[in-house]
């Protein structure tokens, strides 16, 4: 800490909110005091009506401001130019957003858990993914409901009927083996070719044994909105772990992992109704073909040290360093109808592990393809096999889950609907992404955008930054910036989702060829990608720069964060306030280096912090990491852009509803103070509470009047989190 005398530091003040007098001496405990109130109203908001004194306080914004109330009939009638149409239209957005209120409630269910604790806000992944199960389980309203959202709605139906899945057994898959000219292990491998049976699983199954495929930008090459995407060819996913020697520099499968592994191996043939005496040479092959490809396997670190990501490389190139792959053939049947020629570029990013597949293929092929086992095969198939477990009946899905508990996997099983709406949105993001944006982010979600990033852009104009030339960059990249809600492809017309998807033809109960056509779906979005270079960010949940546009996906405009019909001040005291740290961390990652602000503010809120929760004298030698003071900072910064966002929201409209009869700022802080504790990804980077910042907020801005004062001492403090606390 700062080892001057007692400093007062003057925090960052809205325009009129200046101190007001008020007879109560605002003393170091009573800022904690507020966080309780603010925890208390929004439970209020949510069940328990809970109301408290501070609305005593001057409120130094306007009267409505702090009423917290819609028009009253008379209001409505004095405002000059309301005609009773316009009446009726305000009575209507009420109904409206009580509605929403309603729904908000049930969603979240605030009231509280039978054991009395608080129940939480999820996290925005989980919130995202909910809602679009409730768009997918949606009753369908009449024949207004377009072709292309019914058979979203019909895929996910069939995944969920589980019992289906049941009755059939192995059935499906044993017919598709077939239909591929059968494999060895049965005895009834017709004569295929390699790379053709290769090139199929590839463009009609999304399944790459040997290598992955994929489309992207070269991180390389400066990013604009319309960066050219190039074919990236990389290292398979190997079932099993693979270890890392550093000394040696080479990779190995884990060889106490492989029993289970051959264990899962001879489970998975016994389902496929495979003789055991067939189990232990097919297997022992696919071992052996498995950690003999692993062994040329290296870690990102390495790659990267190593210079191995990127590399630039044409397709008649790659022929010649890898010659026991069609590598033409193959990317014509992934990205097809996209013209693919032998001049084109690819990026690889191990290409070492390339020509080592290469030549382990052709070597196999030479041992082992006369002896009639067809060890590139079977590979093949077991590859194609994992790729459609989530389409096959719960003993095949338990298998791997048993093998993945064998390797240490301690992470719950996730539940069915979860696997259901994952496996949806892989095919129908395009159509998920512009539903969720009709739905919820329509105007008030632009409207919101528009108000952080102005205010977040007036915020940083008055830092104190340490060096001219890089602060002059870093602002005019700012100012420059248009952040905008989601893509382009999130404004196609029902007319063209349906065409989209013409092509899609879906069963009403077999959820097998469902599951198959979902994977031509990902085909033809990876070709959309290499055309185009253009992906749907709506099922995205974090912010992103892509030329000069910032895109803001639709997948954060979700309930419980947001929903238009909400009232204002707690859209913004929520997703506002996640807005803007989201944009903070992608627009300034390294702000601790390059402004003063950062490191002064953050001190003096530590510093307030310990004033008032350890005892006079209590001193020990504990100072703020400089990670963890930018943390601060961008906590704190995101609470009064968001709120300084509202207030020019509140200007514009200032009839907006609240709830449980809560003033707007009791409401706004509440929100902040909920969401910021339970969904917060930033707040493991705190030292403190992060809803102590509205104690801060609070001591400097009016609504407690005495300032802030930065102490001179040399103090550390044992981590506390949210849940510590019971929210009453």
């Not at 401001?65 to 405002?79: A, P």
């Not at 059968?182 to 009609?204: E, H």
């Not at 080479?250 to 189990?279: E, I």
């Not at 950062?598 to 929760?613: A, G, N, Q, R």
């Amino acid at each position: 800490m700062d080892e001057n005398p007692a400093v007062r530091q003057e925090m960052v003040t809205m325009p009129e909110e200046q101190p007001q007098p008020h007879p109560v001496v605002c003393n170091k405990y009573r800022g904690l005091l507020l966080v309780v109130f603010a925890f208390s109203l929004f439970a209020a908001a949510f069940g328990l009506g809970v109301y408290c004194h501070l609305q005593k306080n001057a409120d130094p914004w306007m009267p409505r401001w702090k009423s917290g109330g819609s028009y009253t009939s008379e209001e409505r009638h004095s405002v000059k130019g309301v005609s009773n149409e316009d009446n009726r239209e305000l009575d209507k957005k009420k109904e409206a957003r009580t509605g929403g209120i309603m729904r908000m409630r049930r969603e979240t269910d605030f009231q509280g858990k039978s054991d009395g604790q608080q129940v939480k806000f999820p996290d925005r992944k989980t919130a995202l993914l909910k809602t679009i199960k409730e768009i997918l389980e949606a009753p369908e309203e009449g024949v207004s409901v377009n072709a292309a959202e019914q058979k979203a709605k019909k895929y996910f139906s069939t995944c969920m009927d589980a019992e289906s899945t049941e009755k059939v057994g192995s059935k499906p898959f044993l017919t598709l083996i077939q239909q591929l000219g059968g494999w060895a292990v049965s005895n009834g491998l017709n004569r295929t070719d390699f790379n053709t049976t290769l090139a199929l699983l590839m463009s009609q199954y999304s399944t790459f044994p040997f290598f992955s495929v994929y489309a992207g930008s070269d991180s390389g090459e400066k990013q604009t909105a319309s960066s050219q995407h190039y074919i990236q060819i990389d290292e398979p996913y190997f079932q099993f772990p693979i270890d890392w020697n550093s000394k040696t520099q080479k990779s190995k499968a884990s060889t106490r992992y492989l029993r289970p592994f051959y264990m899962s191996c001879g489970q998975y043939l016994a389902l496929l109704g495979v003789p055991s005496n067939q189990t232990t040479q097919h297997c022992g092959l696919y071992i052996s073909l498995s950690t003999t490809l692993a062994l040329a396997t290296a870690p990102l670190h390495y790659r990267l040290s190593q210079k191995l990501l990127y590399h630039r490389i044409t397709i008649q190139e790659l022929q010649t360093l890898a010659p026991a792959i069609d590598w033409l053939a193959c990317l014509q049947a992934t990205f097809q109808p996209l013209p693919i020629s032998q001049s084109d570029l690819v990026l690889v990013h191990n290409l070492p592990y390339i020509i080592h597949m290469s030549q382990t293929i052709s070597i196999w092929q030479v041992q082992h393809e006369m002896m009639g086992t067809r060890p590139l095969h079977t590979y093949m198939i077991f590859s194609l096999l994992h790729t459609l477990i989530p389409a096959l009946d719960s003993r095949f899905f338990q298998t791997m889950r048993n093998f993945s508990i064998a390797t240490g996997d301690t992470q719950e099983e996730i539940p069915r609907w979860l696997r259901c709406v994952q496996q949806t949105e892989r095919g129908f993001d395009t159509l998920l992404s512009h539903a969720i944006r009709e739905r919820h982010a329509q105007k008030e979600a632009e409207e919101l955008i528009r108000d952080v990033y102005l205010s977040l852009k007036k915020k940083l104009t008055d830092l104190s930054w340490r060096d001219n030339r890089s602060s002059a960059f870093i602002l005019n990249k700012i100012k420059s910036l248009n952040p905008r809600l989601s893509t382009k492809t999130n404004n196609l017309s029902h007319a063209e989702l349906n065409h989209l998807y013409a092509e899609v033809v879906l069963s009403e109960e077999d959820f097998f060829s469902n599951y198959l056509q979902m994977l031509v779906l990902e085909q033809k979005s990876r070709s959309r990608l290499l055309s185009h270079g253009t992906l749907t960010e709506g099922l995205s949940i974090t912010p992103s720069i892509s030329g000069n546009d910032i895109i803001i996906p639709v997948g954060m405009f979700v309930s419980p964060f947001f929903h238009s019909s909400y009232p204002r001040a707690l859209n913004y005291g929520t997703l506002g306030s996640l807005m803007a740290k989201d944009l903070l961390h992608l627009l300034l990652p390294n702000i601790q280096t390059q402004a003063n602000n950062p490191e002064s503010e953050s001190k003096c809120i530590w510093s307030h912090y310990l004033s008032v929760t350890k005892d006079p004298g209590w001193v020990v030698t504990f100072s703020l990491s400089p990670s963890k003071q930018q943390e601060v900072w961008v906590q704190y910064t995101a609470l009064q852009v968001a709120l300084d966002a509202y207030k020019m929201s509140f200007t514009r409209h200032p009839g907006d509803s609240s709830l449980s009869g809560l003033s707007y700022i009791h409401l706004f802080l509440s929100s902040f103070t909920k969401v910021t504790c339970d969904a917060d990804s930033y707040h493991e980077f705190m030292p403190f509470e992060p809803s102590f910042l509205v104690t801060v907020l609070c001591s400097n801005s009016g609504f407690c009047p005495k300032p802030l004062t930065c102490v001179n001492k040399s103090q550390s403090y044992p981590r506390e989190t949210c849940q510590s606390r019971t929210l009453h």
